[in-house]
Antibody, heavy 120, light 113 residues
Framework: EVQLVESGGGLVKPGGSLRLSCAAS????????MSWVRQAPGKGLEWVGR??????????DYAAPVKGRFTISRDDSKNTLYLQMNSLKTEDTAVYYC???????????WGQGTLVTVSS | DVVMTQSPLSLPVTLGQPASISCRSS???????????LNWFQQRPGQSPRRLIY???NRDSGVPDRFSGSGSGTDFTLKIGRVEAEDVGVYYC??????????FGPGTKVDIK
């Protein structure tokens, strides 16, 4: 069974930092482009950013609201994706999902999400 | 960035009756490779999103055949043939043709009358 399990969420003060992890099991992420998608309480889905596979360059792209503050990385040897979040703002409060976010016939996977609350 | 809109935003339906959700993009979603990267997702209450449809009309494995997707260019539709209780949730369209960034529609909440 394929699982993506996010961890690392919690309560943090504005201006603080947090690092989320996404551990994959049942499939290997090494060839997958991986994304983070967030959902503010009671709101819709918002793409945060993605990282390509190392064979495709391993480059990253980010949504405008998080660019320069968030960094996505991957450790294929640990089958794990990361999201480093710095200079957090109250508007970053959301459930953060790790996902393959695929556009083609390959199966698409999502984690259960981890809640990040930014509040003083 | 491509803006995705959906209508209606709220859709009360009667069990066993059909339902239809419209999704429009601010520019054509036809990619230079000839494909149209438009996905539909279902998010049941308290659950993570789940992809139902990819590339406009292709159902994911395990998705009931009462779900169908259609459309082209900038106009797309998700249809539920006969709504069942388990279909309650929020449905999102998403474009992956012009990314970054990926953009989602605002969501359509489907519930039972």
């Amino acid at each position: 069974e394929v699982q993506l399990v996010e961890s690392g969420g919690g309560l943090v003060k504005p201006g603080g930092s947090l690092r989320l992890s996404c551990a994959a099991s049942g499939f290997t992420i090494i060839n997958a482009w991986m994304s983070w998608v967030r959902q503010a309480p009671g709101k819709g889905l918002e793409w945060v950013g993605r990282i390509k596979s190392k064979t495709d360059g391993g480059t990253t792209d980010y949504a405008a609201p998080v660019k320069g503050r968030f960094t996505i990385s991957r450790d294929d040897s640990k089958n794990t994706l990361y999201l480093q979040m710095n200079s957090l703002k109250t508007e970053d409060t959301a459930v953060y999902y790790c996902t393959t976010l695929r556009m083609t016939s390959f199966s698409d996977y999502w984690g259960q999400g981890t809640l990040v609350t930014v509040s003083s | 960035d491509v803006v995705m809109t959906q209508s209606p935003l709220s859709l009360p339906v009667t069990l066993g009756q059909p339902a239809s959700i419209s999704c429009r993009s601010s520019q054509s979603l036809v990619h230079s490779d000839g494909n149209t990267y438009l996905n539909w997702f279902q998010q049941r209450p308290g659950q993570s999103p789940r992809r139902l449809i990819y590339k406009v009309s292709n159902r994911d494995s395990g998705v009931p055949d009462r779900f169908s997707g259609s459309g082209s260019g900038t106009d797309f539709t998700l249809k539920i043939g006969r709504v069942e209780a388990e279909d309650v949730g929020v449905y999102y369209c998403m474009q992956g043709t012009h990314w970054p960034p990926v953009t989602f529609g605002p969501g359509t909440k489907v519930d039972i009358k």
